[in-house]
Nanobody
């Protein structure tokens, strides 16, 4: 089992920045992909960014150039630096990890961007 604990959400004005963190614990060996998804009210959960164990990244078009995902393997932690935030970025952000083909999710952290 893998436990994921997110932190760093909050309220920010449009144009501002936030940094999300997600720490993995438990059976952390053989975790491959880690990433962030988000879900806005009335919408489906969507991919924001992912990073694999080698550091390769992939971003949603809507956040490319504004968000940066990074990973600190020694601390089993993944980060999401979010800059130039927009009201449409408002959502609950979920940390995600894949270990041996099994998906794990965090509880989610709220990000609210005011206009």
């Amino acid at each position: 089992q893998v436990q994921l604990e997110e932190s760093g959400g909050g309220l920010v004005q449009a144009g501002g920045s936030l940094r999300l963190s997600c720490a993995a614990s438990g059976s952390i060996l053989r975790i491959n992909d880690m990433g962030w998804y988000r879900q806005a009210p009335g919408k489906q959960r969507e991919l924001v960014a992912i990073i694999n164990s080698r550091g390769f990244t992939n971003y949603a078009d809507s956040v490319e150039g504004r968000f940066t995902i990074s990973r600190e393997n020694a601390k089993n932690t993944v980060y999401l630096q979010m800059n130039s935030l927009k009201p449409e970025d408002t959502a609950v952000y979920y940390c995600h990890a894949v270990r041996v083909g099994v998906n794990y999710w965090g509880q989610g952290t709220q990000v609210t961007v005011s206009s």
